[in-house]
């Protein structure tokens, strides 16, 4: 028997992903990548959040731990939203 899906979940899954190739970027550190969503699959888990893969993928980030927050601009562009929600 498979587990029920939360309805209306805010955080995107990666198995919810269709697309054979993920983007990641971060403008204010001119960082641009590519992903195998397979690969990622892989390594990260297919239920994993996009939120979680992000901070992963950005650790090490000064901009991720500021006092005022989450100040990185990492984010999917295969997403609706960007890191700041527009």
């Not at 955080?11 to 054979?20: A, F, M, S, W, Y």
């Not at 992000?54 to 090490?60: H, K, N, T, V």
Request: hydrophobic residues 30%; aromatic residues 6%.
């Amino acid at each position: 028997m498979s587990r029920p899906e939360p309805v209306n979940d805010p955080n995107p899954r990666l198995r919810d992903h269709r697309e054979p190739i993920i983007e990641f970027i971060c403008r204010p550190c001119d960082r641009h990548s590519s992903f195998e969503c397979k690969l990622l699959a892989k390594a990260f888990g297919a239920s994993m959040t996009f939120a979680v893969i992000r901070q992963r993928l950005a650790m090490g980030c000064e901009r991720m731990q500021t006092p005022g927050g989450d100040k990185c601009g990492a984010h999917f562009p295969c997403l609706a939203e960007g890191p700041d929600g527009s």
